[in-house]
């Protein structure tokens, strides 16, 4: 365009570097408590979490694992690109005691602080059987709340949570209905 009609000339040479892209981060945090584990949900929800790394996965982006139960925070999954087989070291992952779910998700917003991913989300699956409503992190771009609470009498305490951090908000088992999953828009919010 500098050189209109004219010959090409160096000087109507125009250089743009391009911005390098950083792919985004999908940090999932895991409640491996005992409640999880005698529910089933603890199976259902590593079910869920292949479906989203293969997702991950497929758009190159990164992924971050942490598991939380029993007073404590574990690093399963450092962030990285995810990985295209995910059940090797997925399926060993168990679950007991209580559900440090503050503790998770202090660890969590630490993860994501440092990271220089374009985009930053926060999946917590849990079914929410913790009296703790923590602060949502703030170095978060995305939350979501995958309820996994199959009791008779629900607490919906992940509700609560979700509406607390206006989060977006899918139960497992209308999840497991629904054709696209919650790796979709997020046409749920809770509120």
Known sequence: MARGNADLHEAHLRFRPEEPTQPALHCFLLDCSASMR??????????LLLSLMDEAYRRRDQVALLCFAGGTVEL??????????????????????????ALGVAAAGRLLQRSRARQRSLWLLTDGRSRELPA?????????????????????RALQLASA?????WRYRDMAVAADGPVGPASARAG
């Open 38 to 47: 005698s529910s089933g949900a603890l199976a259902q929800a590593k079910g």
């Open 76 to 101: 399963r999954l450092a962030p990285r690109r995810a990985p295209a087989w995910n059940e090797r070291w997925i399926a060993p992952i168990g679950g007991g005691g209580g559900t440090p779910l």
């Open 136 to 156: 949502a992190p703030s170095s978060v771009d995305e939350l979501s709340v995958v309820d996994f609470e199959s009791a008779r009498l629900p607490l919906a």
């Open 165 to 169: 951090w206006g989060a977006a908000y």
